[in-house]
C-alpha cells in the first residue's frame, strides 16, 4: 500500500526535532466560512488534474475551525454508466485507515485496556516476534517486523474476502526482524494489521464494528466503513493505472485490514480531522505525543507523517491501493484539513492539496538563498543520488551514517526518482547545531524536500530527504 510514495528515506539528527511539529494543535473556534476566492483557487488546481487524465474523478474537501468549509466532487465515480463524483461519494482510504487505527489503538489505552508499553505478546502471544516488540513500536513502525505484501501469498491474500488478521500475519512467521525494534523507522503495513488484531482481542470485536461504534457513529461519519458500501451506495469504481476507463482489481478490505480497509468520503474524512485535533476522543495531550516522531532520524508519528510542508507544519498521510490515490492533510497552524481522494492509483493529488494549502493562508517565505549556499546543496544532492557523498563534508554523527547501507538505499530511491527538473531553496531556520535550509526538488517522478543543518563554514550537521505529499 506504501508502494506509490517513497517515504522518508534518510537520516535526520536531534539538531532538526524541533522544527518538524509545533509545540501545539489549536482547538477548533467558532465556524467559518471559506472566501470564494480561495474556493475558486482549489476550483481551479482540481479541475488541471483532472484533465490529465491519470484519474476519471476525485472528491476534495477542506475543514477549518472545526467546521467543512469546502467538499466538492469532480468527474465520474463510474465511467460505464457517467455516474458523476458529489461531495458525498465514497473512496477507499487505502493508508489514511492507518490514522484511525493509531487513533482506536490510543482509545483503548485511555480506557485502561491496553498499554502501548506492553510487549504484543500480552494481546498476540502467537503473533511473530511477539515477545520481542512493543505495541508503541507497531504504531510508530519501528518493529522491524517485514512487509506481509513482499510474500509470496501476497496475490491470493489481495484477492481474498475471507482471509484473516491471523493468516496475513502468518504469512512472515519464520523471517527474522529487519532490524532491532525501537532502532529505526521502515514502512511496513504488517505493523497495522497487528495493531488490527490486537484491537479485536482487547475489545471483543471486530476492527470494523469497533470503528464503527467508537468513532464513525460518534463523530457522526456516515460514510465510513470497513469494506466498500453496497453497490448501491454513492461510491467510485476504483480504476486501473494505464487505462483510466479499466476496471482496476481491487485488493479486498480483508487483505489490507488495519492498515487500508476503511472507505469514506473525502467531507468525512475532513470531519474526522477536524474532530481529532480538535480533542473529541482523546485529551491534547495525547494527540500531540501521537503526532510527535518518535526520533530524529524519521517524520513517522503514529500512523502519520509531520513535518514542514508547503511552508506549514503539517500531519499527513498519503498512498493508496489499486483503484484510489489519497492524501489527507492536517495543517495545525491553520486549524485546517485538506483532503483529497481519487478512483486511480495513477493519480497524484500533490498539487491540489498543495493549492488548497496555500488558498488557506499564504505563508511568505524568503526565496532568496546565498549562491554559494545553493551550489552547495545542489553538490549534495549530485552526490547523493549518484553514491558520490563525500563523509568528510559531514560531522562525526553523519559520518556513520553515511558508511551505512541505509545510505546506498537512499542514493537509489533518488536515482530512481530521475534528474532534477526544478531546484528550489524554499526557507532558512535557525536550530540547534547552525541554519537549516530547506530546499524543493522535483523530478519527472517525485517531489521532495532537502534539509541540510549547518553552521557558516562547518561541516554538514544533518541532512534529510523526504518525499512530499
Avoid at 338 to 349: E, H, T
Avoid at 453 to 460: C, T
Wanted: proline fraction near 7%.
Amino acid at each position: 500500500m506504501n508502494a506509490p510514495w517513497l517515504g522518508t528515506i534518510a537520516a535526520l539528527t536531534a539538531a532538526l526535532a524541533a522544527v518538524l511539529l509545533s509545540p501545539s494543535i489549536a482547538a477548533p473556534a467558532q465556524s467559518p466560512s471559506l472566501a470564494p476566492e480561495s474556493a475558486q483557487k482549489i476550483d481551479a488546481a482540481a479541475t488541471t488534474a483532472l484533465a490529465g487524465f491519470s484519474a476519471p474523478g476525485i472528491s476534495v474537501a477542506v475543514a477549518r475551525d472545526g467546521a467543512l468549509v469546502y467538499a466538492k466532487g469532480l468527474g465520474l465515480r463510474d465511467v460505464a454508466s457517467a455516474k458523476p463524483v458529489d461531495a458525498a461519494t465514497i473512496f477507499a482510504l487505502g493508508p489514511i485507515t492507518k490514522q484511525f487505527t493509531a487513533a482506536a489503538i490510543e482509545m483503548l489505552a485511555a480506557s485502561k485496556k491496553l498499554s502501548v508499553d506492553a510487549t504484543v505478546a500480552t494481546y498476540l502471544p502467537n503473533a511473530p516476534h511477539a515477545s520481542e516488540i512493543r505495541v508503541r513500536d507497531l504504531l510508530r513502525e519501528t518493529s522491524g517486523l517485514p512487509e506481509y505484501l513482499t510474500s509470496t501469498n501476497v496475490a491470493a491474500f489481495t484477492s481474498s474476502a475471507g482471509v484473516t488478521p491471523r493468516q496475513l500475519l502468518d504469512s512472515i512467521a519464520g523471517k527474522p526482524l529487519d532490524f532491532a525494534p525501537g532502532t529505526r523507522f521502515e514502512a511496513s503495513g504488517t505493523n497495522y494489521i497487528a495493531l488490527g488484531a490486537i484491537i479485536e482481542a482487547v475489545s471483543g470485536q471486530t476492527y470494523g464494528a469497533y470503528i464503527n461504534t467508537q468513532i464513525a457513529v460518534p463523530l457522526g461519519l456516515t460514510t465510513l466503513t470497513f469494506g466498500p458500501p453496497p453497490p448501491s451506495a454513492d461510491r467510485t469504481t476504483g480504476y486501473d493505472v494505464t487505462q483510466y476507463d479499466r476496471p482496476a482489481q481491487m485488493w479486498t478490505a480483508a487483505s489490507t485490514f488495519a492498515s487500508g480497509g476503511l472507505y469514506a468520503s473525502a467531507a468525512d474524512v475532513a470531519k474526522w480531522d477536524a474532530a481529532f485535533f480538535g480533542f473529541k476522543l482523546l485529551p491534547k495531550t495525547t494527540v500531540e505525543d501521537m503526532m510527535t516522531p518518535a526520533s530524529a532520524d524519521t517524520t513517522f508519528a503514529c500512523g502519520s507523517f509531520a513535518e514542514t510542508v508547503d511552508g506549514h507544519v503539517a500531519v499527513w498521510q498519503r498512498g493508496g491501493v489499486p483503484g484510489a490515490s489519497v492524501i489527507n492533510r492536517w495543517i495545525p497552524d491553520l486549524n485546517a484539513a485538506v483532503v483529497v481522494l481519487a478512483n486511480s492509483l495513477a493519480f497524484n493529488p500533490r498539487e491540489i492539496a498543495r493549492a488548497a494549502t496555500f488558498a488557506l493562508e499564504p505563508k511568505a517565505v524568503s526565496v532568496f538563498e546565498d549562491p554559494a549556499n545553493l551550489a552547495r546543496a545542489r553538490a549534495e544532492y549530485g552526490a547523493w543520488q549518484h553514491g558520490t557523498v563525500d563523509p568528510k563534508r559531514y560531522g562525526a554523527a553523519m559520518q556513520a551514517l553515511i558508511a551505512s547501507p541505509a545510505a546506498r538505499e537512499v542514493s537509489e530511491e533518488l536515482r530512481s526518482a530521475g534528474d532534477p527538473t526544478s531546484f528550489a531553496f524554499e526557507e532558512q531556520d535557525a536550530v540547534p547545531g547552525g541554519s537549516a535550509h530547506r530546499y524543493r526538488i522535483e523530478t519527472a517522478h517525485a517531489a521532495f524536500a532537502m534539509t541540510l543543518v549547518y553552521k557558516p563554514g562547518g561541516p554538514i550537521v544533518s541532512i534529510n530527504f523526504t518525499f512530499l505529499p
